[in-house]
């Protein structure tokens, strides 16, 4: 006897298609997910690596600003190095109207939000790009370095001080190099001390560049720099569902964009020598 062929009814299709859906939009959302999980995570990797990085230069740096040893240092003796260590060490930073030569060149505060800027002098065989600006190698000069935020990028200048002060021809230009890129904001503040010939060096205030070259005027030094630098993820990485605000030190918050991942580091350094050098003069 023939047996009669029955295939799948309209229901039973209708019913696999839709549990098919279900299913397949489940995988779907998984994968989404795991995607934006997988990118916000590498976002935060790149910043977090990008932020130990600049930090850790940046105090490196730092810690050596005032810098002027007249006892083991190998000085280029071409100009007086007592004068040179005096002007270094009554200004370990650079405000502007400091050099004649360059009258615009100093820290400043930026202004409504913006980046600001700084210049600190010290005693060194390089400036901050690595140019010896034509000194024996070994040599020490007194270096000035500028940092300062161009679009999105933290870059550094390098001077002779001696050629800053008009004591010497220049003979090698001043180069910049990129420190890091994805920068979206950099502030600094400033420790100062007390009165000189009373101090301990400790820092009793943070104040702002615009404060700086008054305070100097009443004989208090910086003896501590403060900064906040806040980094941002490659474009089109991440897409927050919603704006977030953040203040970097006595800044008013702002509110950033929704297409990147942001994260501020912060970090206070003692200048040691500025330390020593206040405390000394008592």
């Known amino acids: ?139 020490e000069f007194h270096v000035v370095n500028y940092y300062f935020v161009s679009g999105t990028v933290l870059k550094c200048t390098g001077y002779d001080g001696r050629v800053l002060r008009g004591l010497k021809t220049q003979t090698h230009s001043p180069q910049t190099v990129t420190l890091l890129d994805n920068v979206a904001g950099f502030q600094v503040q400033y420790g100062v001390s007390d009165v000189m010939i009373t101090s301990l060096g400790q820092a009793i205030q943070y104040v702002t560049a615009d404060q700086v070259d008054d305070l100097r005027v009443r004989n208090q030094q910086v003896v501590s720099l403060r900064w906040a630098v806040m980094l941002q993820s490659y474009q089109n990485e991440v897409q927050q569902t919603q704006s977030q605000q953040f203040a970097l030190l006595n800044e008013t918050a702002q509110t950033m964009s929704t297409a990147h991942y942001y994260q501020v580091f912060s970090k206070t350094v003692a200048l040691r020598n500025m330390k020593n050098f206040v405390r000394s003069t008592q």
């Not at 299913?23 to 590498?42: H, M, R």
């Open 1 to 139: 006897m023939a047996s009669r062929q029955r295939g799948f009814t309209l229901v039973e299709l209708m019913i696999t298609l839709t549990l098919g859906l279900i299913i397949s939009g489940a995988i779907i959302q998984v994968l989404v997910s795991s995607s934006i999980t997988n990118k916000l995570n590498q976002a935060v990797a790149q910043v977090q690596e990008s932020g130990r990085f600049i930090m850790s230069r940046l105090a490196a740096e730092f810690y050596e600003v005032g810098r002027y040893d007249l006892i083991t240092a190998n000085i280029d003796d071409s100009v007086d190095v007592v004068a040179e260590a005096a002007y270094v060490q009554n200004r370990p930073i650079v405000v502007v109207g400091d050099f004649t030569s360059s009258p615009t060149l100093g820290s400043v505060q930026g202004a409504n939000g913006g980046n600001d800027q700084l210049v600190v002098s010290l005693l060194s065989s390089v400036d901050c790009t690595g140019s010896r600006h034509g000194y024996s190698a070994g040599k």
